[in-house]
């Protein structure tokens, strides 16, 4: 094992993660340790990024000792479950865990650098009535799970631009998408919802809410 230079308890983490430590290759001053199915990126002797995939393992509770992890990114790697202790890491700021075997959203609190979360291709079938305390959310991907209703409080997060539910089971869009100040793309694709909306086109009558969002200058991803 050669992560010369890095904080003690960052290794003592990384081991619980179950990642199979190797060598690394290094450039300037961050260095990007080769693991087997992941990249660990160390600044200032500190762990700020882990990019894994297709390597089962799990998110530690002790993952709050990672105080300086900016990026946490998590694909294909079997994972149902995430500590309530990724709510200490106070510096994260994108959350990707796609393709894993998350069914239900996972608690996130709102903190001053978290901008992205990404939960595609899991099994969430709801959006907790907490999410509308994300306030500083700009991206949330909820794609290919098993969503049927979009909650009136997703028009409550200001920050909001890019909202992808495509491939979820939705048949409508609450109107409060329309008081979503910031929301700049939505994506729609292969939902019940997105097919009514074009058969309704189709046939000439107008559409409420995806209509009004296109008269905004929201790019509306159907197809």
């Not at 609190?109 to 291709?121: E, P």
């Not at 979009?150 to 089971?169: A, M, T, W």
């Amino acid at each position: 094992m050669n992560f010369n230079n890095v904080h003690e308890q960052d290794i003592e983490v990384i081991k619980q993660f179950g990642l199979p430590l190797s060598e690394y290759e290094s450039h300037l001053e961050v260095k990007y340790y080769d693991v087997q199915h992941a990249v660990i990126t160390v600044v200032s002797n500190r762990i700020t990024a882990i990019e894994t995939r297709g390597h089962s393992m799990m998110i530690p509770k002790s993952v709050n000792q990672l105080e300086q992890l900016k990026h946490l990114v998590m694909k294909k790697t079997r994972l149902n479950q995430v500590p309530k202790t990724i709510n200490e890491l106070e510096e994260l700021r994108v959350l990707d865990l796609r393709d894993n075997n998350i069914n239900f959203f996972p608690y996130i609190k709102d903190n001053a650098q978290l901008s992205r979360i990404l939960l595609g291709s899991n099994s969430i079938n709801k959006i907790p009535r907490w999410v509308s305390q994300l306030e500083r959310i700009e991206q949330l991907y909820l794609g290919h799970n098993k969503i049927s209703e979009i909650p009136r409080f997703i028009g409550e997060l200001p920050k909001l631009e890019v909202l992808y539910l495509c491939h979820n089971q939705i048949s409508a869009l609450p109107e409060s998408l329309l008081e979503t100040p910031s929301l700049k793309e939505l994506c729609i694709r292969g939902t019940p919802v997105a097919h009514d909306y074009k058969t309704r086109i189709t046939a000439g009558l107008e559409d409420g809410v995806i209509q009004a969002l296109i008269s905004k200058g929201v790019k509306v991803y159907l197809d």
